[in-house]
């Protein structure tokens, strides 16, 4: 099988070319931590068609690098993240006085009230179960932002 010549980045390029308008008009930058491929393309997906400025990894310690290099006003975690999951990751922003005040949203395709629980008290702004329908993710998002900035 050969190789796709299309990756995340020459798609971006694409978008931006032909939907200028739409990119980065909120201002606001989204890191996506998800180790599934096929999500975190639809994620990056829906929130470049929002106006988004995304970056992605597909690991917990990218994610952590690309948090701290890139320090995006939103960070979508996948809880299973490996080897360090997206509560841990969380855990570890809350105590950053840099990162503590960061917008958090934990994803997941089996979410259990323990995980939830956690979540909440270090501070995820919402807990959504997958698949996430089409724009809600970038809803939520814009919800919370307008809600911080009031």
């Not at 270090?122 to 993710?137: D, E, L, V």
Request: charged content about 30%.
């Amino acid at each position: 099988m050969s190789e796709s010549k299309w990756t995340l980045d020459k798609i971006e390029e694409l978008y931006r070319k032909f939907r200028p308008d739409t990119v980065n008009n909120y201002g606001k930058t989204v890191g996506i931590g998800d180790s599934d491929d096929h999500a975190r393309v639809f994620l990056r997906t829906q929130l470049l068609k929002r106006g988004f400025s995304v970056w992605s990894a597909d690991s917990s310690l990218a994610t952590l690098k690309m948090i701290k290099n890139h320090k995006p006003d939103c960070c979508i975690l996948d809880i299973n993240l490996f080897p360090v999951s997206g509560i841990d990751i969380l855990e570890t922003l809350s105590r950053d006085e840099e990162f503590k005040k960061t917008l958090v949203l934990i994803t997941g395709n089996a979410l259990n009230r323990e995980d939830c629980a956690i979540a909440r008290i270090y501070g995820a702004a919402s807990i959504m179960k997958k698949p996430i329908q089409g724009g809600a993710i970038a809803d939520e998002i814009n919800k919370h932002l307008k809600s911080r900035a009031n």
